[in-house]
């Protein structure tokens, strides 16, 4: 093989190695293109969940206020059925 040969051989990797770079490139690029799109589609989603662990923590509290209130009528249920027994 010639040093001609060789050379053309060596500039051909070195093309290919360059296409291949450039391709990497070009789908970063478009990658980094659609990052503000995500990045808006996430915040959307954030804030749907963060109106919705809202809405849970209103439930959490109504349904904590029902459930001191059943205590209470069981207690008094409970004393009362205590009571009738006693008698």
Known sequence: MSR????AERFQAALESLENAAGSVGE????AAKLPERVAE?????EQLLARIAELEDEIGALS???????????GAI???RAALAR
């Open 28 to 31: 970063s690029l478009d990658t």
């Open 79 to 81: 004393g009362e059925i």
């Open 4 to 7: 001609l040969d060789l050379a």
């Open 42 to 46: 996430l915040e959307a989603e954030r």
């Open 65 to 75: 206020g029902l459930t001191e209130e059943v205590e209470g009528r069981l207690d």
